[in-house]
């Protein structure tokens, strides 16, 4: 099984940057499919940003202010975060499966989380 761990969350003013890290505990093929999901106090968990061999893709919500990328070298995938609104705030998952449908249908690995606060 392979277990994912994030880092790099915490307190940041509204316009501010963050970047999140997601490390695998063993190599992740480069096939695999990648991404970043988060959940917010009473709301439920949506998908942010995905990145497969075939591309990127992303939320209405963060497009334009969210970059995420991997490093399969490191076996690490990261989530840069630019322009940070306070509806931001959430906790962060990252996510990794074999394939694309299956990482939107949530059947593969999931971190722990790491949680941002975006407030003044």
């Known amino acids: 099984q392979v277990q994912l761990v994030e880092s790099g969350g915490g307190l940041v003013q509204p316009g501010g940057s963050l970047r999140l890290s997601c490390a695998a505990s063993?190599?992740?093929?480069?096939?695999?499919?990648m991404g970043w999901y988060r959940q917010a106090p009473g709301k439920q968990r949506e998908l942010v940003a995905t990145?497969?061999?075939?591309?990127?893709s992303y939320a209405d919500s963060v497009k334009g202010r969210f970059t995420i990328s991997r490093d399969n070298a490191k076996n690490t995938m990261y989530l840069q975060m630019n322009s940070l609104k306070p509806e931001d705030t959430a906790v962060y998952y990252c996510?990794?499966?074999?394939?694309?449908?299956?990482?939107?249908?949530?059947?593969?690995?999931w971190g722990q989380g790491t949680r941002v606060t975006v407030s003044s």
């Open positions: 990145i497969t061999s075939g591309g990127r």
């Open positions: 063993r190599i992740i093929s480069s096939t695999y499919a």
């Open positions: 996510a990794a499966d074999t394939n694309l449908m299956d990482l939107l249908l949530r059947t593969g690995y």
